[in-house]
């Protein structure tokens, strides 16, 4: 990585330093790149090209439960002929069999679901805080923090106690005569849009505020002078200036929520069908790794492009702050 | 103040803290409970925090999640500003797109995708899965979190702060260390706060790249859940919300003196 070109770091006043000050420097400045980008190279992009090899390999029953595919070990020739044994049994195996299918397919829809109803959930609480008076706002935005900081998996267990026949949720529409026989929730769908839209909603909320309280209140007033309804200079005026902040947040909802274990292994039970439990089960339970790994594979395939619109919606946003 | 908080904005948020908090005050409040059942209340007991320090294995996977997350978010954050300042200093080197794109990409990549693909390189690199490894898969996913945070706060920074050191003499090193460092400080406070919450909170990955005899709280605590839902879990979570939210309370008192002070100080230097 010797090659990483340094734009200088100190400006004008490079020239007039001593010589040595400025290796010194060129070499730091250098350091903070490579150093992250080393690590990030090696623990975050390596292992994706492992998994796109191991997804090629085949199953055996032997630890670790793969046949190697590219070994480096007999050099180059060794190399070349890894790749007579590549193949893409796995991949075929997950086209017939229509489970895959489905959890990829239930997985995407529950998101997208879910990330709508974070959306309706989250947006007045971000107006809502955005039109506080400015005094209590940072009170306010560390209150939708701290849940955040608590820990996910006990938020989400948090629930079960909630949504249980018996539980907590049922006790009181039982007692206030609601219903009249406790509702099943936990072990449905529905309760993982539940701990979907709980677990996500700060996510939501936060660039959705940011956006909102940027905002110049001033064209509401403008537009209501003028004879606009309410709801007319909603849309056409808050909706529209907030987009930027409702993008990030549905894509900071959306992604993880198709890849996520935890909400639909608690809430969600057996009978529920999602893509990030699939993984998990042929990883521990059925011990597959090549086919874990196509599945991881495919499931990146899907969500890569809404990941590279999430870092193009960062990289403006950073712009804008400049 | 011309903004008129409606009626409705009040109640909007109103519902929506009920909504983020009450599921976490009743855990908190059965975590007292008498009896054995979450779900009905048996009187106010504290028999549960008695067992829960007697049961050695979640004691035993509390000190390892602590050790975890004291090592992982501190060379998280290290890296991490290191990668911040890469970000928003250098604006031109050979493979700022993909370095960028490996620094925001962890933010959202699916638990599983990433802790099956360490677990992998893990595999492959020979490395005896335990701590270690866990220690090296949370610094990877925590120091994109810490770089995002302290790069906000270095975009807003007054850069002729840093040319005036440097023009006055002060070599880079020193004025990193002298004028940008004060200054991002607080960014770098709560990054490796976030750093350490994500490590003490993650499951997922932590059960990919763990082994035999480094099992962390919260993989303790999933398979007790998978069992049943007991009180003893309960009063577990209730000391983790207890210590995070005494730790964040701190910070942002911390956080506001430091501010205030500041504040002072340059109403003081425009006078002087």
């Given amino acids: 990585m010797s090659n990483i070109a340094v734009a200088d770091a100190a400006a004008p006043s490079t020239a007039a330093q001593p010589f040595m000050t400025r290796l010194g420097a060129g070499f730091v400045s250098r350091l903070v790149i490579i150093v992250p980008y080393l690590w990030l190279l090696f623990f975050f992009l390596v292992p994706f090209i492992i998994v796109f090899k191991i997804s090629l390999s085949q199953t055996a029953i032997a630890m670790p439960p793969y046949t190697p595919v590219l070994d480096f070990r007999d050099g180059i020739s060794g190399f070349f002929a890894g790749f007579r044994d590549l193949n893409f049994d796995n991949y075929v195996w997950l086209t017939q069999d229509a489970l895959y299918f489905r959890a990829y397919l239930t997985s995407v829809v529950i998101a997208a679901i879910s990330t709508v109803l974070t959306l309706l959930v989250g947006y007045p609480i971000a107006y809502g805080m955005a039109r506080a008076p400015a005094t209590i706002r940072p009170t306010l935005l560390m209150l939708v923090i701290l849940p955040f900081w608590t820990s996910f998996l006990i938020r989400v267990y948090a629930w079960i106690g909630i949504l249980k026949p018996e539980g907590l949720l049922n006790q009181l529409l039982l007692s206030l005569h609601i219903v009249n026989q406790p509702l099943v929730i936990l072990n449905t769908y529905t309760a993982i849009f539940i701990g979907i839209v709980y677990s996500y909603l700060p996510f939501m909320v936060l660039p959705l505020y940011s956006s909102l309280e940027k905002m110049d209140y001033s064209l509401i007033e403008a537009a209501k002078d003028l004879g606009c309804p309410p709801t007319a200079a909603f849309w056409k005026i808050t909706f529209p200036l907030s987009l930027p902040g409702v993008i990030a947040g549905c894509l900071l909802v959306f992604i993880p929520a198709v890849g996520e274990f935890v909400i639909p292994d608690l809430l969600g039970g057996s009978q529920t069908l999602m893509i990030g439990k699939t993984l998990w089960n042929e990883f521990f339970a059925n011990r597959d790794w090549p086919v874990s790994s196509a599945v991881a594979v495919i499931l990146l395939l899907l969500l890569i492009v809404p990941i590279v619109l999430f870092q193009q919606a960062q990289a403006r946003a950073q712009e804008q702050d400049k | ?272």
Avoid at chain 2, 86 to 114: N, W
Avoid at chain 2, 148 to 159: A, G, P, T, Y
Avoid at chain 2, 216 to 226: E, N
Wanted: hydrophobic share 55%; charged share 10%; glycine share 6%.
């Fill in chain 2, 1 to 272: 103040m011309n903004t008129t908080w409606s009626r409705f904005n009040i109640t909007s948020i109103t519902l929506g803290f009920a909504f983020l908090y009450l599921p976490i005050v009743l855990l908190v409040v059965f975590s007292f409970n008498e009896s054995k059942l979450v779900t009905v209340w048996g009187g106010f007991s504290t028999k549960w925090y008695v067992s829960l320090f007697h049961n050695q294995g979640l004691m035993d996977a509390a000190w390892v999640t602590i050790r975890v997350g004291l090592i992982s978010a501190t060379v998280a954050t290290v890296l991490g500003t290191m990668g911040a300042l890469a970000l928003t200093r250098y604006t031109r080197f050979r493979g700022r797109v993909l370095f960028s794109g490996m620094i925001f990409a962890p933010l959202v990549m699916p638990d599983v995708i990433t802790g099956l693909s360490l677990l992998l390189l893990f595999v492959a690199i020979g490395m005896d899965r335990g701590m270690t490894t866990v220690i090296l898969a949370h610094i990877t996913f925590t120091m994109c979190f810490v770089a995002v945070v302290v790069q906000s706060r270095l975009v807003s920074f007054d850069r002729s702060l840093e040319e005036a050191a440097m023009d006055l003499g002060a070599p880079p090193v020193k004025t990193f260390f002298q004028i940008t460092l004060p200054v991002i400080l607080p960014a770098i406070v709560s990054g490796w706060m976030l750093a350490f919450t994500l490590s003490l909170d993650d499951l997922v990955i932590a059960s990919f790249a763990s082994g035999p005899g480094a099992t962390t709280l919260p993989m303790k605590i999933y398979s007790q859940v998978r069992l049943g839902v007991t009180p003893e879990i309960n009063a577990a979570c209730t000391i983790l919300i207890a210590i995070v939210t005494i730790g964040v309370i701190i910070a942002s008192i911390a956080n506001k003196r430091r501010e205030v002070q500041r504040q002072l100080d340059e109403r003081a230097a425009q006078r002087g």
